[in-house]
């Protein structure tokens, strides 16, 4: 029977006393939604990612939404991104009426392979078939190579959208994931279980001033109140105009307290998942397992510490240890396997090492409260259980 007392859940959010203050003081304020805590929200992630801009948003799915509109794609397009994500990396294009297709990944970053991506971009150029843009993911928090990524996707003339759910706090080469240093725009997640929460809630950040004005259009009813952005005069202070078919993606500002809260706590945040990352490499090395690869160039946010069980023993030992109160998860199913998908003309065997990693990966516990007992208990059961 499982212990459902003290079972260790794969991710969990930590909220202290001043994130419950900052919250309360917007309650008690004059704006719950559109005062000035979003655009400080705003500002102090083009900050910290050192991006230019930055527009705070509902969600990563609104975001990656707003960012796919912002680089124009349409009906008619093509976007291509990685099926080992969460499936909001793929609807995205799909809310804007694009078709969507898979890169497959590389099994020991199981981010996409960038052979694969030079493969599918050469073969889509010869049919001309190449797509508007891809949206790379940065599954777990590390770095995809953006370097090698950007210099194809620049030979042909495809955007670039980092999906950067999981990877707020990393870095690669010396950059903040964010910063887009080799891509149009980048989203953010502030899911309870990612690197910091606001709830619900998601960022678009980029370099570019006029994505940065389209972002921020289409996440908020297509309305301005821009003269540059209208169409004839002002007619009066109260003026404005929809100038473009948007939605209701705001954040509202109680959120935004809550994530602008949290962001002061975000390097102690991945500093923590780091260190125990680390620890679990070190303890779980001699278990007949694959261990995520620890990149000492880059930093990772650590979002998700997953395993890799040989033979296709994975989902007995995904039973073995929920039995044992401990909250593993898998991270992710294919979405190309999805039903929708499937119906879109997916089919098993399309990207096989994407297929077979998933057999094999277990999502064990990490999370910045998380305790070393809580872990040695991880560590310990996965012993018994492989014995
Ligand atoms: C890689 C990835 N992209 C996008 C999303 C969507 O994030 P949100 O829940 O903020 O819409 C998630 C959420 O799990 C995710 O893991």
Known sequence: MSKSVDNIPYGKHFVDDEDVAAVVDVLQNRFLTQG????????????????????????????LHVACLALGVANGDRVWTSPISFVASANSALYCGATIDFIDIDTETRNISVEALERKLANAESANLLPKAIVVVHFSGASCQMQEIAKLCRKYKVGIIEDAAHGLGGSYQQNKIGSCEYADLAVLSFHPVKSITSAEGGAVLTNDETLFERSKLFAKHGVTRDLEQMEGPSEGPWYYQQVALGYNYRLSDLHAALGLSQLKK?????????????????????????????????????????????????????????????????????????PYFQKLGFSRGDFPNAENYYQNALTLPLFPSMTADEQDRVVQALNEVLA
């Open 36 to 63: 000035s805590i979003v655009p400080k929200f705003e500002k102090a992630l083009a900050t910290y990612t050192g991006a230019n801009y930055a527009t705070a948003v509902n969600s990563a799915t609104s975001g």
């Open 266 to 338: 975000l390097d102690g945040f991945i500093n923590k998942r780091q260190m125990l990352a680390q620890r679990y490499n070190q303890m779980l090395k001699h278990l007949p397992l694959t261990l995520p690869t620890m990149n000492n160039a880059d930093k990772s946010a650590w979002h998700v510490y997953i395993i890799e069980l040989n033979e296709h023993k994975r989902d007995a030992i995904y039973a073995a240890l929920v039995e044992r109160g401990i909250g593993v998860n898998v991270h992710y199913i294919p979405i190309h396997l999805q």
